[in-house]
């Protein structure tokens, strides 16, 4: 398998990864389980509705950043290896 | 100080700087005109892209709406926070690797076809006037609250603003004010933020205060469902709203968001694609500040809203009860004249109403702030509808000159006459949007779910499946686009303004809203795209190695 190729599947592998954590917190913790989380408390908030208006925004933000730190990673080694 | 001298000292001051910036960056080539010269380092391009993003509507009037929706206003929290992630991971640094500069310039270019480009061009262009009418009416509308213009004096004076700095300075111009407009409106959004939830919970951070417990010892969160029950509303903290609706909102607005053209052309602006990548994490980051505050203030001003009116005596009502009355965005009826304020679910008892804007444009005086920062927010609330209108009037001006003129029309234009085009149709594109600000259709509440739908339909399906498959040709991408753009319409238009027949919420198909619908027409168009391109040639080679290239992120 040629570099590009794995550099592509890498960056698959991340994306699958990231975006299934993206799914989870947001459609999965704060809409369709939201009722279940709902039961349990954290602080003042019930756990489903802290997803859906603050936990969810927040691991957005951390994604991305996984990402970017990820890819760069990613990157340099592609290079080194060129 | 007078509160009118304060505004008129914040406004100036926040223009005069506005102004100031686009002077020192005028556009002399159309890379800078287009694409700032893809030179913005990556903090900057991220703030300019939160300016760009939050609208009017983010700022005055999102926290009101979950205020009054409960739960339910998470669709837009997580709506518009979420695509973020899909821009980032599926859009941007490859875009930013494609290299050139608008949104058509890639489908045109990756679908070997003018027809796939003017699709592009047609759906950029709507997408683009459905939001920036909106925000046209939005600095109107600012104007006449804080300043006692005349709406349309107000949507004048934008113009103006926005016509002297886009026309100059092209994006390098409206980049550069963007940073200053994101300061500006973060600054104005926190502080009244900051100083309510320290007044309502003790605790300086909104974020934290608002699940944190009054001083009577209860948690703010469960206060605010007692009272909601009590007054006979739905319980605050969970949805009145269908799973499956809620569901298929988040998913338009995320991906509508990720397919918006004047959001995507902000990672067209840096040097390299691993700067788009950062751009979108420091943009991201920059909006969460705001909309992790929204709901924090939706709390606050609910639960200090019901506490100070509900069931007291008018005549002891606050001093900004009566100001904002007079305004007509407050308004009471005593019905049963007790000369109370029955504030409750029942249509037939109730006897306030209140409009959302209040939520974020009482705030400092609720919490009694110096009038000095009613300044603030109202220049916060300008920058918000400028910065926006900006990027969309960028949007809107090379699509016309770059997409139409350059690409389909003339392509022998010099670039010389090609930046003069781009100045023209800045300029044109700005009158009409002021006329639409100054005559508002009817529709355009309704349009700007249009304008997310549209995006999430026909742009991100075309995009993504351009960057992740090396099959897809251009007839299913055609195809895909036309039928997604095509769907949405006519759901919206049908249930929106009752053409087609019409109908109401029960003819819904599977219960989906007109708002969620984009979700739906999106998966009908990848759907669509790859069935038609089973059947239909594979592109050439030299396709392929643009894919190719445009997943290599090094340079050469």
């Known amino acids: 398998m040629n570099k590009n190729d794995t550099y592509w599947k890498t960056n698959l592998k991340y994306l699958v990864i990231l975006l299934s954590i993206w799914f989870s917190v947001s459609f999965g913790f704060g809409i369709l389980l939201a009722d279940t989380l709902n039961q349990f408390h954290l602080g003042g908030f019930k756990l489903g509705f802290w997803f859906a208006q603050q936990g969810a925004i927040y691991v957005f933000v951390i994604l991305i950043f996984v990402y970017i730190y990820l890819m760069n990673r990613l990157d340099q080694k592609f290079k080194n290896d060129k | 100080m007078e509160l009118q001298y304060w505004i008129w000292i914040a406004v100036g001051l926040s ?10 960056s005028r556009a002399s080539s159309t890379g800078e005109f287009y694409v700032a010269g893809k030179g913005v380092p990556p903090i900057a391009n991220g703030m300019a892209t939160a300016a760009d993003w939050m609208s009017a509507a983010s700022f005055i009037s999102m926290a009101g ?5 409960g739960y339910d206003g998470s669709v837009f929290l997580m709506g518009w926070t979420g695509g973020y992630v899909l821009l980032a991971l599926l859009l941007a640094p490859y875009l930013r690797k494609f290299g050139k500069f608008t949104v058509p310039d890639f489908i045109g270019d990756r679908y070997y076809s003018n027809v796939a480009r003017a699709v592009a061009v047609f759906c950029a262009l709507i997408v683009s006037f459905t939001y920036i009418a909106g925000q046209m009416r939005g600095v109107g509308v600012v104007f006449s609250r804080y300043l006692e213009v005349d709406i349309n004096t107000g949507v004048f004076i934008g113009m103006l603003i926005v016509l002297f700095y886009a026309v100059l300075g092209g994006m390098k111009g409206i980049t550069y004010t963007q940073v200053a407009q994101y300061c500006v409106l973060i600054f104005a959004f926190m502080l009244p933020a900051i100083f309510i939830s320290l007044m309502v919970t003790g605790n300086v951070v909104p974020q934290i205060g608002f699940g944190a ?5 209860v948690f703010l969160l469960d206060k605010l469902d007692g009272l909601h029950r009590e007054l006979g509303f739905h319980e605050y903290t969970t949805g009145k709203k269908s799973t499956l609706d809620v569901f298929f909102i988040t998913a338009a607005l995320m991906v509508g968001t990720a397919g918006l053209p004047h959001v995507i052309v902000r990672f067209f602006t840096v040097k390299k694609v691993s700067d ?8 991201l980051l920059f909006i969460a500040i705001l909309y992790t505050t929204a709901p924090a203030v939706a709390v606050f001003s609910r639960t200090n809203l019901i506490e100070t009116v509900s069931n007291q005596p008018y005549k002891t009502l606050p001093e900004w009860f009566g100001k904002w009355e007079a305004t007509g965005l407050i308004s009471y009826d005593d019905k049963n004249n007790d000369g109370r304020v029955q504030y409750v679910a029942d249509p037939a008892t109730n006897e306030l109403n209140v409009d959302a804007d209040i939520m974020v444009l009482a705030n400092p005086e609720i919490a009694n702030l110096p009038n000095w920062v009613i300044a603030i927010m109202a220049a916060g609330a300008l920058a918000a509808a400028l910065s926006t209108a900006a990027g969309l009037l960028l949007v809107i001006s090379s699509s016309v000159s770059h997409d139409l ?6 392509p022998d234009v010099s670039e010389k006459g090609e930046l003069v085009a781009a100045r023209l149709s800045a300029v044109g594109a700005v009158m009409l949007a002021a006329y639409f600000g100054i005559n508002p259709p009817g529709f355009v509440a309704a349009t700007v779910a249009l304008a997310f739908g549209l995006a999430a339909a026909s742009f991100f399906p075309a995009i993504v499946m351009g960057i992740f498959s090396k099959k897809m040709n251009k007839e299913g991408a055609v195809a895909g686009m036309v039928i997604g753009v095509l769907l949405m319409l006519f759901y919206m238009t049908k249930f929106k303004f009752g053409w087609f027949g019409g109908g109401t919420e029960k003819d819904w198909w599977f219960g989906i809203s007109p708002e969620g619908f984009g979700s739906f027409a999106m998966m009908v168009n990848f759907l669509i795209a790859v069935v038609v391109s089973k059947f239909t040639p594979a592109p050439d080679q030299n396709i392929q190695e643009l894919i190719e290239n445009i997943r290599n992120p090094n340079d050469e």
């Open chain 2, 15 to 24: 223009f005069s700087l506005y102004i100031f910036i686009a002077i020192r």
């Open chain 2, 65 to 69: 709406i979950i205020s009054f929706n």
């Open chain 2, 213 to 217: 417990a009054g001083s009577d010892g």
């Open chain 2, 276 to 283: 788009a990548r950062k751009s979108a994490g420091w943009a």
């Open chain 2, 405 to 410: 003129i350059k690409k389909i029309i003339k």
